[in-house]
């Protein structure tokens, strides 16, 4: 019988359980975000089933053919945005998703607040930090947090709740997640939204309180053309 969504899962969750086990860490600590990017309504299903309620989109038009024809079936669905966000689509972004990840430019935040103030929706957001200084990446630097958290919160208003960031592929996680939570810590900042199926033990032995899961639980992932 081949593995099912719901059997990796079910893994996932004992794993991310063993690691908070072994680094002194609650069972609650750490919320796992199921990143169900470029998979349909029918493969998201099972995993609802199973009592997952927290999950991950990368493109605010995809979130919104799927979601919300799921949220009229299930209830307590929490919907994260994970994915590089346009100004123009923030409208969009704010109605669909209960919090974003990615802010990373002042555009996004000062679009993001007016949207948040016209729909009476503010949400929890988390600065996405560029830990690798990758050119083609989206994310703030690391040498530029500080500021870029003072303008967010005192300037534009923002409820900033933590950071998040992407390790290069090709370079240890560990640094990365480090970084992350030195800068969260210098802000008194308690989230830290790191760590994906190849590192989420790894990041939640560096104080990740939300792990991106996609293909550990979903399988392989078919890109568009």
């Not at 609650?28 to 309620?53: C, H, M, N, Y």
């Not at 949220?71 to 919090?99: C, M, W």
């Not at 994906?196 to 078919?222: K, L, N, P």
Request: charged content about 30%; overall charge negative; hydrophobic content about 40%.
């Amino acid at each position: 019988m081949s593995e099912t969504a719901t059997d990796r899962l079910n893994q996932v969750r004992d794993d991310i359980s063993a690691a908070l086990r072994e680094h002194g860490r609650g069972q609650t600590d750490a919320d796992l975000v199921a990143v169900s990017k470029t998979f349909p309504v029918e493969d998201i299903r099972p995993v609802l089933d199973a009592g997952q309620r927290i999950f991950g989109e990368n493109r605010v038009q995809e979130a919104m053919a799927k979601w919300p024809l799921l949220r009229e079936d299930y209830q307590d669905i929490e919907l994260h945005l994970i994915g590089p966000l346009q100004s123009n689509k923030s409208k969009e972004a704010v109605a669909t998703f209960d919090v974003i990840h990615t802010i990373d430019r002042e555009k996004i935040a000062k679009a993001l607040k007016s949207e948040m103030d016209k729909q009476d929706r503010q949400l929890p957001c988390f600065i996405q930090v560029n830990t690798g200084d990758e050119p083609q990446k989206a994310g703030i630097a690391a040498t530029e947090v500080d500021a870029f958290l003072s303008f967010c919160r005192e300037d534009v208003g923002l409820d900033i709740i933590g950071l998040m960031c992407i390790p290069p592929v090709d370079e240890a996680p560990g640094p990365h997640f480090a970084l992350l939570e030195k800068i969260a810590k210098r802000n008194g900042l308690e989230k830290l939204s790191m760590g994906m199926s190849s590192d989420y033990e790894t990041a939640i032995s560096f104080g990740a309180t939300h792990v991106r899961v996609g293909s550990a639980i979903f399988g392989h992932r078919d890109y568009p053309a």
